[in-house]
């Protein structure tokens, strides 16, 4: 089964460089963009879409799905792992950068237009 748009959990970003990320945001389609699972248990219509219909504009076709053997969806699970390790890390140090600002500025902002204030 394709990835169903019309479900209220399909998401998608597209990027400056033209770029469309697909995706399910409970995270339910290791397929995706191309696919979600059969009878997904959490498929839901979107409800605001009900009886519309989009127009060119709204989101470019899906590519065609790559050639693609066994383990593709290990494969994938495993890339999205090294990114959600990363994340704590990140995060944290971007609260030390924080953190080390506010000591800088005595907890007040600077503004750019109020330089020499």
């Avoid at 470019?60 to 959600?84: F, H």
Wanted: hydrophobic share 30%; with cysteine.
């Amino acid at each position: 089964m394709p990835m169903r748009e019309e479900c209220k959990h399909f998401q998608s970003r597209t990027y400056s460089t033209g770029e469309v990320a697909r995706f399910c945001e409970l995270d339910l389609a290791p397929e995706a963009p191309w696919r979600c699972p059969e009878n997904c248990p959490s498929y839901e219509p979107r409800l605001a879409d009900a009886g519309w219909v989009h127009g060119t504009l709204v989101e470019p076709a899906i590519e065609e799905e790559p050639e693609s053997g066994a383990g593709v969806a290990e494969l994938l699970d495993q890339a999205e792992e090294i990114v959600n390790a990363a994340a704590p890390e990140a995060l944290a140090e971007a609260e030390r950068n924080r953190a080390r600002e506010e000591r800088s500025t005595g907890g007040r902002r600077r503004w750019p237009w109020r330089r020499g204030r």
